[in-house]
């Protein structure tokens, strides 16, 4: 597995091996040993989920107040614009932000700890999203970031697209308004 570092050590692009011939494919999506030492988490992962969304839909920027979820994402299909934000107020990144494209073709994942928030924007037709988390989704501690607050400086690659929120993607606050996490410094 190839490891690419972003701006914050502790957000990972991760690049598995893949073996690919004219029947098709082959990768180890996850593997605990492997997962351990390219991000230094050794705990588990409690909950898996998919999502499928159509092109322009964002969703995020999502976190946990209480039961922090850490998330290891992927596309299976199509290509998504995926952005973390360090939440950790006391942290040396805290507010800041990191992107990847993540795609079916590029077999890319992301690892977002807990502590950040978490959005995506599909950039394709249509995306196939999947996640693996280490806490169960808690609805009554979900907070939502607004996903263009310009304090974060995200650039979001919504030229030619008609961005789709949800409802409650549509409340989401500032940074400097929002509940976040309280680490020492």
Do not use: C
């Amino acid at each position: 597995m190839n490891v690419i570092r972003t701006g914050i050590p502790e957000v990972v692009v991760l690049e598995p091996k893949v073996f690919g011939d004219s029947r098709g494919f082959f990768l180890e999506s996850f593997n605990a040993r492997g997962f351990a030492e390219a991000t230094g988490y050794g705990g588990g992962f409690v909950q898996d989920n998919h999502s499928r969304s159509a092109r322009g839909v964002l969703r995020g920027l999502h976190y946990q107040l209480v039961q922090p979820q850490g998330k290891l994402v992927r596309v299976v299909h199509g290509e998504v614009f995926d952005v973390a934000v360090d939440l950790r107020r006391g942290s040396g990144t805290f507010g800041k932000a990191v992107w990847a494209v993540l795609s079916g073709e590029n077999q890319r994942m992301l690892w977002i700890p807990p502590g950040f928030g978490h959005g995506f924007l599909v950039t394709s037709e249509g995306a196939d999203f999947l996640y693996k988390t280490t806490d169960y989704y808690a609805p009554r501690q979900e907070r939502t970031i607004r996903w263009d607050d310009p304090a974060l400086g995200i650039p979001w690659p919504v030229q030619g697209l008609e961005v789709k929120l949800s409802d409650k993607d549509k409340q989401g606050v500032a940074l400097a308004a929002a509940e976040v996490y309280e680490v020492g410094g």
